[in-house]
């Protein structure tokens, strides 16, 4: 028996990385899952890697930034599966770590609104389209946070602030949509991952996969500066808070709140990269 047996969920961004992650970890607890990205090719994926599961994979194409495509997409899950438990808005792009004093006044202000678009109003209006569904399966909400919510150098200033907003809306929704909805956060810290970057500074075709930075001499990714060091960064190992945020008889009474799935940024020391680093 999975912990999602019989509940069905909608993954924004839910094509690739994480969001592809969570769909196939959902499916193998006993979800169904509706998986909405803005690549055909990238979904139909999903459902081939669903293999003997992919009936209970549902692909729909739509841009979060849209209302129209996620009320679209909330009634085909609904039509499909009968009912909506777990939504979790995901769907986001990174700024490459693009400071304020590398970008004009032009560019920060294109940039600002396409990010903001797509990792901020893309979760408003996910969780506008799909919490009349929600409130009626007491369902729940599980956002992919990130460590740039809590720390600086996550990013530059507008991814920063972007996920900065995004705690906000998750403790907001915790308080409006209680005692029926559980607003919850997964906070991940760096995943080799396809994350791409804003096209108004031509950034939409990198990855952040590649930009895992190798040590010139071992040819080696440098660890970076955290205590678990030598933890994964492949998606598939941050999925287990997005399950048990999700599961109703384990977190039952949990909302309003993150786990920080980051290897331990918040507990990194003075002296060394991390405290068992010398052992
Ligand atoms: N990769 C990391 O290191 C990392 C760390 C912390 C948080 N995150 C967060 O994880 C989430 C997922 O990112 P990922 O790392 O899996 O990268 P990813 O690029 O693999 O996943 C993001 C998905 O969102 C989709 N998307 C982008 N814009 C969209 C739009 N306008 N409408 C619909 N879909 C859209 C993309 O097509 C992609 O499938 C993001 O919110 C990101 O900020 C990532």
Known sequence: ?????????????GGSGIGRAVALRYLAEGASV?????GTAQLEEVVAAAGDLSDRVLPLTGDVRSPDDLHRA???????????????????IWDYHRSVTKLDGKELSEAFDEIFGI???????????????????RGSIVMTLSNASFHTDGGGPLYTASKHACLGLLRQFAYELAPKVRVNGVATGGMRTK?????????QD???AASFAKNEATGQEQQPLIPLYDSSVEPED????????????????????VIPADGGIAVRGFRSPAGGAGL
């Open 1 to 13: 028996m999975g912990w999602l047996e019989g509940e069905v969920a909608l993954i924004t961004g």
């Open 238 to 257: 941050f999925t287990g808070p997005y399950v048990l945020l999700a599961s109703r008889a384990n977190s039952g009474t949990v909302t309003g709140a």
């Open 195 to 203: 994350l791409r970057g804003p096209q108004s500074l031509g950034l």
């Open 34 to 38: 509706a998986v909405l990205g803005r």
């Open 119 to 137: 990792n901020v109003k893309g979760y408003v209006l996910a969780v506008e389209a799909a919490w009349r569904e929600l409130v009626a399966t």
């Open 206 to 208: 990198r990855t952040l």
């Open 74 to 92: 909330v009634d085909a899950t609904v039509k499909r599966f009968g009912k909506l438990d777990i939504l979790v808005p995901n769907a986001g």
